[in-house]
């Protein structure tokens, strides 16, 4: 029998309608209506991935909007559970359609080791049971309401994975007595140097962590499961990811060294900083696993992209394996345009770009850019603009050229390779805040540097990434600094950075050149810090014929202008003659002169965008 | 047409079906944990004295499997018949004054839990359920007033142990008057449930030297205030008749500050309010056959009962959202060789958490028949019938999806009453056997993985157990 209104079935129906009978005097007080999101169809929801603004958003700081999943929350300590779940980004979707976002990428969603070392897993990044929701951020129905209300209004949602390691799920019983064990030896004297040693977290060694008692080694340490459920802290699932062959059993990284552009041994199969244990990506069931594990989250919520965590520290094999196997899982289900970028921590450009590309991800976080541009650039100044035209041109080099099979594709079909599908940012929550490192001195706006460096990241060539609170002028340092309560800014649409963002959307939205199209650059100057016309740069994106130029300052101090010492002037695309208009900000006409060549001089920390005067309205 | 529209119309044919009576000569009291009684009220005694009365049930038994017998219900009404031993006395001193008012105090200690010749535990769980004096017909006809520690309460759906209606637990008082076909009361009370949302204090530094001491830091009784109106349908003292109930409660707390010590900060706990409004019709026909129908709506914190805090708030700290829907059914009708009891309930929670998929929010109901055959005056043999499900607003956090436990059961009694036939005489000893069969989602709710219960998918009873009551104190 049924009490509901929305029986699955025929046979349902008919039982219910004879047990009404039988009560008959007794109401059927109400039904719900659950049908939307108890069964899932997923949908191809991206066009061109090239044409998205993403917001990346901590699910726990974003937005409280049910104060009943609230479960060891501490306002006053942002290692801690701050009470953000799906309801409050539900609840604010309209507050990210109106800056301008078109995907939102969403911390991890599955349960996590609620609590370790007085720190909480309130960031995902601690999977305990891959298969089950948060609980801290609401249930399954809730992510798909979540998912179903993006896809809406247009909006993709990204998953945040990671397959690299699990939460402190095992300890190491080095000595045998089968409890975790952290010993501190020696006195701290000459010849007798204090000693950590920590069998939930023991440092790396190759030949994996020994058994060693006070008589010697004795073979390889065997892994102890940890059963705390008052914690969470249990055994994980999937069981098969119980098996202990299946971890590499190496300790914590100790030395992040690189070799050849290539992660080093321990990068790959050390344990992650805080005891996280390393999977052993190599073996082909744990590959196997793993696919199948977040395939059936695409299934369950129908997302749109992957953010992958960690992709330095697992084997290109491995991504060999990986990406393909759910592109062909999202080709089965019919869901076109799956999108997966990964994230290598690391500044060189031959180490991330080796992971695009050849059946891998289908882009990266462009680390080396946020390092070598960003913050030496546009951030400090120590370097001339020159620096962004040689980035432009090692993105060309050493990142994937060539479209994955069965990977993004444009509008017309045709493929996306890395090169153009790099995910750009300013700051995430692995790193400290840029207004944290850089606020503009007067007579300039505090924020004057921060937008500059937005102007440049909504203009170049990839997809703008935005980390939550930037729009707010959050300005924390490293973690959990960084990782504040955006509902402690009142979601102030009225802040110069939410309006300056809503200025960015909306002008890379009317000209599809800046979404879509070839960057070239146009002018950039070795000149630095106080040094005339030092911050200066300029290039022009093209697509369908359509071309928009870009010019602007990165100077603090003063206006720059596209003219060399020598006198030398910026060439352009555009024919000569050519009427030129900026559409961002005071309408200034530009003519191109006879010989192709135009000057332009910029604001300190401005920018302004020109286009032939035909395209003002716009470029479609 | 909505559910509530069609709520109203499945209430119509009810009126013509009778009700429970109002006076004396039909089904004796029924009483349990919170006590309590079904109509008929017993007389007072007409001259000073003490007097005694008791509420029980004892019972044990065994699954298949050996293992303590359980009950399988997964609604929050279910089936009655395993449920743990209680015991209630009931003490109290009547005095009668010689213009025919009358006064008594009523104590009722009440025990639960483990008994000593079970457990070898040499405890008990006692309360105090009842400590309050009344007068009747003091000054005025038919006038009552009351104050004490009282459980205030209505007619009952046997079944399923559940008054549906004015089910009250506070310390106050009230008054009432019943003359001709009306009887009207009115109570109001206060509780401070131990409860976080109620009580908190915060430990302080001594003065001295010395123990820290305690601060009171967060203070809320609840204070609750309820109406009863009921008007006789047919004439009074006739042996079939019919009556109507309406019924109402109002329920506020005050403001708060609940401290965080370890974060050093305090929360605002808001005044919170709820309400319930409810009805009830009923009919007889004489010789124990009666039918109730009740509707109950409930809303804030009322949605949770009286001695309750909410189990979740809205984003304002308020469980203004809560809603509690529920209409019962509770029948007997009974001849010289045969009787049966009947129930069902219907009821819609909806929790104050904000969110469409709430798996707090669920939709339950439960139908069941007793029906009784009379071997003689003493012997009799009873069977149990029921079915109940219960639909969830959510999804289950581990199956990620929404789950609809149901339950059929059967139970056979044979049993033997030394008061004589009837489904409602007490004392009974009983032997009792019971089938219960889960579907998969009922054992999911019912037991955690790894319970041994937990993949048992036909649960079975077998036990012995006695009831009883005598001279309830729920007459005046």
Redesign the interface.
Same mark, same amino acid.
């Given at each position: 029998m049924r009490f509901d209104c929305e029986s699955d079935s025929e046979a349902d129906r008919k039982v219910s309608m004879r047990w009404l009978l039988l009560l008959g005097l007794v109401a059927l007080p109400a039904c719900y209506d659950l049908s939307k999101v108890e069964t899932r169809h997923t949908t191809s929801n991206v066009i061109d991935w090239r044409d998205e603004v993403i917001y990346q958003l901590l699910v726990d700081r974003f937005a409280n909007g049910n104060r009943a999943n609230d479960d060891r929350t501490d306002p006053t300590a942002l290692a801690r559970y701050q009470g953000g779940d799906w309801q409050g980004v539900i609840d604010h979707l309209d507050y990210l359609d109106r800056l301008g976002v078109t995907a939102i990428w969403i911390s991890p969603v599955i349960r996590n080791v609620d609590t370790d070392a007085n720190v909480d897993g309130y960031h995902g990044y601690w999977a305990q049971d891959m298969t089950a929701t948060n609980p801290h951020m609401g249930d399954l129905a809730k992510l798909r309401e979540l998912v179903d209300k993006a896809h809406a209004r247009g909006m993709k949602v990204i998953l945040d994975i990671v397959t690299n390691h699990l939460g402190q799920l095992f300890f190491y019983d080095i000595n045998g007595n089968g409890v975790p064990d952290e010993n501190i030896s020696g006195a701290g004297g000459m010849g007798s140097a204090l000693e950590r040693v920590t069998e939930y977290d023991p440092d790396y060694d190759p030949r994996g962590i020994q058994a060693d008692t006070s008589l010697g080694e004795s073979g390889s340490a065997p892994i102890r499961w940890i059963y705390q459920p008052e914690i969470h802290r249990m055994p994980p699932r999937p069981a098969e990811f119980q098996n202990p062959d299946w971890y590499n059993r190496r300790g914590r990284i100790t030395s992040y060294a690189n070799a050849n552009h290539q992660p080093g041994e321990q990068v790959y199969k050390g344990d992650f900083p805080g005891g996280l244990k390393d999977l052993k990506t190599s073996h082909p069931d744990v590959q196997a696993a793993l696919a199948r594990v977040f395939n059936e989250w695409i299934d369950k919520a129908d997302f749109d992209a992957f953010r992958i965590d960690t992709l330095k520290h697992v084997e290109h094999e491995f991504w060999q394996e990986f990406c393909p196997a759910v592109r062909k899982h999202c080709k089965a289900i019919g869901k076109k345009n799956f999108f997966m970028f990964g994230e290598a921590f690391d500044g060189d450009d031959a180490l991330v770009g080796s992971f695009t590309g050849d059946n891998q991800v289908d882009s990266a976080f462009f680390f080396p850019q946020k390092f070598a541009v960003i913050d030496r650039v546009i951030k400090e100044g120590k370097e001339g603009t020159t620096s962004i035209e040689k980035q432009f041109k090692t993105l060309k080099e050493a990142y994937g050229a060539v479209p994955n099979v069965d990977g993004p594709v444009s509008e017309s079909g045709q493929g996306l390779a890395a090169q153009q599908l790099m995910v750009n940012f300013l700051d995430n929550h692995d790193i400290p805040r840029f207004l944290y490192e850089k606020i503009s001195p007067p007579p300039l706006e505090p924020h004057a540097a921060l937008h500059s460096a937005l102007d440049f990241l909504f203009t170049e060539i990839g997809i703008p990434c935005v980390y939550y609170g930037t729009e707010q002028q959050f300005r924390g340092g490293n973690d959990p600094a960084n990782r504040e309560r955006l509902w402690d800014s009142g979601f102030d649409e009225g802040n110069p950075t939410f309006k300056h963002i809503q200025r960015l959307t909306g002008l890379r939205k009317n000209f599809r050149p800046l979404r879509r199209g070839d960057l070239q650059v146009r002018w950039a100057t070795d000149r630095k810090g106080d040094e005339v016309d030092a911050g200066v740069f300029a290039f022009e994106r093209s697509d369908g014929g359509k071309s928009v130029l870009v010019v602007q300052n990165f100077s603090d101090k003063h206006e720059s202008k596209t003219v060399a010492p020598q006198g030398g002037r910026m060439k352009v695309s555009f024919p000569p003659g050519t009427g030129l208009v900026n559409v961002f900000g005071p309408s200034e006409p530009l003519q191109v002169g006879g010989d192709g060549t135009v000057v332009v001089s910029v604001p300190p920390r401005d920018m302004k965008v020109f286009v032939p005067q035909d395209d003002k309205d716009g470029i479609p | 047409m909505g /559910? =509530?529209a069609?709520?109203?119309i @499945? #209430?119509l /044919?009810?009126v013509a079906?009778a009700a429970e009576p109002l006076d004396d000569s039909l089904p004796p009291p029924v009483a349990d944990e919170g006590a309590a009684a079904a109509t008929p009220k017993p007389a007072l005694p007409a001259q000073s004295g003490f007097s005694f009365g008791s509420y029980g049930r004892v019972g044990v038994g065994i699954d298949g499997a050996a293992h303590e017998g359980y009950a399988v219900n997964v609604v929050s009404r279910g089936s009655r018949l395993e449920k743990a031993p209680y015991l209630e006395l009931y003490l109290f001193y009547t005095g009668a004054l010689t213009d025919g008012a009358r006064w008594r105090v009523v104590v009722t200690p009440a025990f639960a839990g483990d008994l000593f010749h079970y457990s070898g535990s040499f405890a008990s769980r006692l309360a105090l359920r009842n400590a309050y004096v009344e007068t009747v017909d003091l000054g005025v006809a038919g006038l009552r007033l009351w104050a004490g520690s009282r459980m205030y309460r209505g007619d009952d759906v046997y079944l399923f142990d559940w008054w549906p209606l004015d089910s009250l637990n506070t310390v106050g008082g009230g008054a009432g008057w019943r003359g001709g076909r009306w009887d009207v009361a009115i109570h109001a009370g206060l509780n401070r449930i131990d409860d976080a949302f109620a009580l908190q204090s915060v430990t302080v530094p001594a003065r001295g030297l010395g123990a820290p001491g305690q601060a009171l830091a967060v203070d809320r009784p609840r204070g609750v205030a309820s109406f009863k109106l009921t008007c006789l349908l047919g004439p009074p003292g006739a042996t079939a008749g019919a009556k109507a109930s309406l019924y109402g409660e109002f329920h506020g707390v005050g403001e708060g500050d609940r401290p965080i010590v370890?974060?050093?900060?305090t929360e605002k706990l808001p005044a919170d309010y709820g309400f319930v409004l409810g009805a009830q019709l009923g009919g007889w026909t004489g010789s124990h056959r009666f039918v109730n129908?009740f509707?109950r709506y409930a809303g804030g914190l009322a949605a949770y009962g009286e001695a309750t805090a909410p @189990? @979740?708030? +809205?984003?304002s700290?308020r469980a203004t959202a809560a809603r509690d829907? !529920?209409?019962? #059914?509770s029948l007997n009708w009974e001849s010289s060789f045969f009787g049966v009891m009947g129930g069902?309930?219907? =009821? &819609?929670f909806t +929790?104050?958490? /904000?969110?469409?998929? &709430?798996?707090?929010?669920y939709?339950?109901?439960i139908?069941a028949a007793r029906p009784h055959l009379y071997f003689g005056r003493y012997f009799g043999l009873a069977a149990e019938l029921s079915?109940q !499900?219960r639909?969830y607003?959510?999804?289950d956090? #581990?199956l +990620? =999806? =929404?789950l609809?436990p149901?339950v059929l059961r059967a139970s056979l009694m044979p049993y033997v009453s030394p008061t004589g036939t009837g489904t409602y005489s007490r004392p009974q000893i009983y032997l009792l056997a019971t089938v219960s069969r889960l579907n998969d989602d009922a054992r999911v709710v019912r037991f955690e993985p790894g319970d041994l219960r937990y993949s048992t998918a036909t649960v079975l009873y077998f036990g012995i157990g006695a009831e009883w009551w005598f001279e309830s104190l729920y007459a005046l």
């Open positions: - | /559910p =509530r069609l709520a109203l @499945a #209430l /044919p009810a079906l370890a974060q050093m900060r129908l509707v @189990a @979740a708030v +809205d984003n700290g829907f !529920s209409t019962a #059914l069902a309930t219907v =009821r &819609n +929790d104050a958490a /904000p969110g469409q998929y &709430n798996p707090a929010n939709v339950e109901g139908i079915y !499900s639909k607003g959510g999804f956090p #581990l +990620d =999806r =929404r609809t149901q």
